[in-house]
T-cell receptor, first 113, second 112 residues
Framework: NAGVTQTPKFRVLKTGQSMTLLCAQD?????MYWYRQDPGMGLRLIHYSVGEGTTAKGEVPDGYNVSRLKKQNFLLGLESAAPSQTSVYFC????????????FGSGTRLTVV | EDQVTQSPEALRLQEGESSSLNCSYT??????LFWYRQDPGKGPEFLFTLYSAGEEKEKERLKATLTKKESFLHITAPKPEDSATYLC?????????????FGKGTLLTVNP
């Protein structure tokens, strides 16, 4: 059971560089999410998807873009990285969008210098 | 705005010393309250969902309870392997609300 797999696990970017974080799930879940976790703050929702081909903004979407071309994959892009985007990024999925627990990936630790 | 406050921020227990973690919340129409466990360097692991006041759920040494304003995670006779950060989150009702609002967590350390 792979569950939710995130790649890469670690990355260091220079300010202004771009990158894509990949999330893959093998549970046939409809809903997928990207959260960021910063010291002293709770997890915050960046973007989410309610199904293949759909995306929507969460709580802190600025500076990020997402795509869900296939049901099992949810990509998070940073077009021009900034130091404020230094964080740990978690992808999660669920079979329905309300009232159920998520399955989280193990995270990507991103440092922007 | 939905808010979740967890206390204490950190808790150190001796093995076998029972205690409780608190999660106070304000939300517009509770859809669900969630407890997660997070180990260092890992993603959160789902533990429980509670839906209405008075509900209780148990798993091994953990028991979660819910009132209209707060939830407690009771840990009975903890073991060192229970050491982790415990996260509480709420989801508000509403047709298109999919966001979970998380607290900052309680770091639990259980010493042998």
């Amino acid at each position: 059971n792979a569950g939710v797999t995130q790649t890469p696990k670690f990355r260091v970017l220079k300010t202004g560089q771009s990158m894509t974080l990949l999330c893959a799930q093998d549970m046939n879940h409809e809903y997928m999410y990207w959260y960021r976790q910063d010291p002293g703050m709770g997890l915050r929702l960046i973007h989410y998807s309610v199904g293949e081909g759909t995306t929507a903004k969460g709580e802190v979407p600025d500076g990020y873009n997402v795509s869900r071309l296939k049901k099992q994959n949810f990509l998070l892009g940073l077009e021009s990285a900034a130091p404020s985007q230094t964080s740990v990024y978690f992808c999660a999925s669920s079979y329905t969008g309300q009232g159920v627990g998520y399955t989280f990936g193990s995270g990507t630790r991103l440092t922007v210098v | 705005e939905d808010q979740v406050t967890q206390s204490p921020e950190a808790l150190r227990l001796q093995e076998g010393e029972s205690s409780s973690l608190n999660c106070s919340y304000t939300v517009s129409g509770l859809r669900g309250l969630f407890w997660y466990r997070q180990d260092p360097g890992k993603g959160p692991e789902f533990l429980f969902t509670l839906y209405s006041a008075g509900e209780e759920k148990e798993k091994e040494r953990l028991k979660a309870t819910l009132t209209k304003k707060e939830s407690f995670l009771h840990i009975t006779a903890p073991k060192p392997e229970d050491s982790a950060t415990y996260l509480c989150a709420v989801q508000a009702g509403g047709g298109s609300n999919y966001k979970l609002t998380f607290g900052k967590g309680t770091l639990l350390t259980v010493n042998p």
